[in-house]
């Protein structure tokens, strides 16, 4: 059964930037019945698309953060991965990693657990 | 940006019947938007209820059911249990790869 586990550091100073890893297990990354995205979640409030990624690379952003945000894939290693320039305390949240099924209906059909990023000196 | 909105709260009482709601800030939801649901208890990540509308997720009671509801998608919970309490989550399909979340509805059972 396919299974997704974020992974990255907890702790991100200001200014720099946050990295995170999603690793797929059960299924293979480069299903044609999938994109792959990112969620988060800051604390106390609603979820945040971030992004979305299919295994040939293409890339969807949301566009209040396109201009900070890069998701990549690698296939060899089942992971695609996130990238967050120039962070600040806003960007505090958890962040989820979700599968995005396409086989007629599109909907984020399975989720991670999510991974506590805090932004703070 | 297009706003997707959801009443911030709501309350029902145990064994009745609540209907969330999922719009636009501008225009009207439809199966086009292929809207989808989520549950969310503190703590957990979100649970995958209701998606193309009205289709459930495995797993899923069927006191759960998806519809549109005049111009907005609309989650219904017939005979409300103790562990409905959550937040719920809608999401819409805006095109061009874009997705947009509701700001959610924390519900409340008493």
């Known amino acids: 059964q396919l299974q997704l586990q974020e992974s990255g550091p907890g702790l991100v100073k200001p200014s720099e930037t946050l990295s995170l890893t999603c690793t797929v297990s059960?299924?293979?990354?480069?299903?044609?019945?999938?994109?792959w995205g990112w969620i988060r979640q800051p604390p106390g409030k609603g979820l945040e698309w971030i992004g979305s990624?299919?295994?040939?690379?293409?890339?969807y952003y949301n566009p209040s953060l396109k201009s900070r945000v890069t998701i990549s894939v690698d296939t060899s290693k089942s992971q695609f991965s996130l990238k967050v320039n120039s962070v600040t305390a806003a960007d505090t949240a958890v962040y989820y990693c979700?599968?995005?099924?396409?086989?007629?209906?599109?909907?984020?059909?399975?989720w991670g657990r999510g991974t506590l990023v805090t932004v703070s000196s | 940006q297009t706003v997707v909105t959801q009443e911030p709260s709501f309350s029902v009482s145990p064994g009745g019947t609540v209907t969330l709601t999922c719009g636009l800030s501008?225009?009207?939801?439809?199966?086009?938007?292929?809207p989808s649901w989520y549950q969310q208890t503190p703590g957990q990540a979100p649970r995958t209820l209701i998606y193309?509308?009205?289709t459930r997720s495995s797993g899923v009671p069927d006191r759960f059911s998806g519809s549109i509801l005049g111009n907005r998608a609309a989650l219904t919970i017939t005979g409300a249990q103790a562990d409905d309490e959550s937040d719920y989550y809608c999401?819409?399909?805006?095109?061009?790869?874009?997705?947009?979340f509701g700001g959610g509805t924390k519900l409340t059972v008493l």
């Open positions: 059960g299924g293979s990354i480069s299903s044609s019945n999938h994109y």
């Open positions: 999401v819409l399909y805006m095109g061009s790869g874009i997705w947009v």
């Open positions: 501008s225009g009207s939801v439809s199966t086009s938007y292929y």
């Open positions: 193309g509308t009205n």
């Open positions: 990624i299919y295994y040939s690379g293409s890339t």
């Open positions: 979700a599968s995005l099924s396409r086989t007629g209906h599109w909907y984020f059909d399975l």
